[in-house]
C-alpha cells in the first residue's frame, strides 16, 4: 500500500527537550511537508521541501527544524526553543514538477500528537 | 500574502438534508481551490478541487462553486449521511505562493441521524 507513514503517533515530552517525528513515503513524491493542526486555526505551514537535500521555511518555521537527506524522509524535530509545542502534527507529500511545487492533492499521514508535560 | 476565511466553524444538520460551507479568499491570482475532509484520529483527505477557469464541479453528492469575482467558494454536500461527520477544511494557492496552500479554519460537521 502506498502512503505516508508518521511516528510515533502520540509522544510526550518534558519542557526542554527536543523531540523528532518521523514521515516516511512510498508515493515517489519529490514535495514533502509539515504542518501543525491546533483547534480553530486550520493547517499552519511549518516546512516544506521540493527536492532532496533541500527545504524552506513556512509560515511557523521558529523553534523547529527539518532534513531531508533521502527522497522517503522528511523528519521534522521540535527543538526546546518552541515556546508551544502542544499541537497535531500533520506530514503531508505532493507532485513536484521540475523542482516546482505543483497544485494538486497533498497526501496526508495520520498525524503525531505532541504533549509537553 | 493569501488570507482564507472559512464560514461557519460548527454546522449541525439533520440526516438527508443539504450542507454548505463557505470560503473566502484575498489573492485575486489564487488558481486553485481544494476541500478536504478530516476524520477523527487521521489526516485530511482530499474530496474535491476546482480550478479558476471552472465554476463549478460535482462528485455524485458533493459540488464546489467558485466566484472569482467576489473570491468566494463553497461546498455543497447533499442527502447528507452520518459519514459525513467530520472536520472540512478549504485552501487556497496561488503561483505567487510559491503554489503552496492556505487553509481555512475548518469546519466541524455534525450529521444527525
Known amino acids: 500500500d502506498g502512503g505516508i507513514t508518521q511516528s510515533p503517533k502520540y509522544l510526550f515530552r518534558k519542557e526542554g527537550q527536543n523531540v523528532t517525528l518521523s514521515c516516511e513515503q512510498n508515493?515517489?513524491?519529490?514535495?514533502m511537508y509539515w504542518y501543525r493542526q491546533d483547534p480553530g486555526q486550520g493547517l499552519r505551514l511549518i516546512y516544506y521541501?521540493?527536492?532532496?537535500?533541500?527545504?524552506q521555511k513556512g509560515d511557523i518555521a521558529e523553534g523547529y527544524s527539518v532534513s531531508r537527506e533521502k527522497k522517503e524522509s522528511f523528519p521534522l524535530t521540535v527543538t526546546s526553543a518552541q515556546k508551544n509545542p502542544t499541537a497535531f502534527y500533520l506530514c503531508?507529500?505532493?507532485?513536484?514538477?521540475?523542482?516546482?511545487?505543483?497544485?494538486?492533492?497533498?497526501?496526508f499521514g495520520e498525524g503525531s500528537r505532541l504533549t509537553v508535560l | 500574502g493569501e488570507n482564507v476565511e472559512q464560514h461557519p466553524s460548527t454546522l449541525s444538520v439533520q440526516e438527508g438534508d443539504s450542507a454548505v460551507i463557505k470560503c473566502t479568499y484575498s489573492?485575486?491570482?489564487?488558481?486553485?481551490f481544494p476541500w478536504y475532509k478530516q476524520e477523527l484520529g487521521k489526516g485530511p483527505q482530499l474530496i474535491i478541487d476546482?480550478?479558476?477557469?471552472?465554476g463549478e464541479k460535482k462528485d455524485q453528492r458533493i459540488a464546489v462553486t467558485l466566484n472569482k469575482t467576489a473570491k468566494h467558494f463553497s461546498l455543497h454536500i447533499t442527502e447528507t449521511q452520518p459519514e459525513d461527520s467530520a472536520v472540512y477544511f478549504c485552501?487556497?494557492?496561488?503561483?505567487?505562493?510559491?503554489?503552496?496552500?492556505?487553509f481555512g479554519a475548518g469546519t466541524i460537521l455534525r450529521v444527525k441521524s
Open positions: 503531508a507529500s505532493s507532485i513536484a514538477v521540475g523542482g516546482r511545487l505543483y497544485t494538486g492533492e497533498l497526501f
Open positions: 508515493l515517489n513524491h519529490d514535495a
Open positions: 521541501s521540493q527536492i532532496v537535500n533541500d527545504f
Open positions: 489573492d485575486s491570482a489564487s488558481n486553485y
Open positions: 476546482i480550478r479558476s477557469n471552472v
Open positions: 485552501a487556497a494557492s496561488t503561483i505567487q505562493y510559491g503554489n503552496k496552500l492556505v
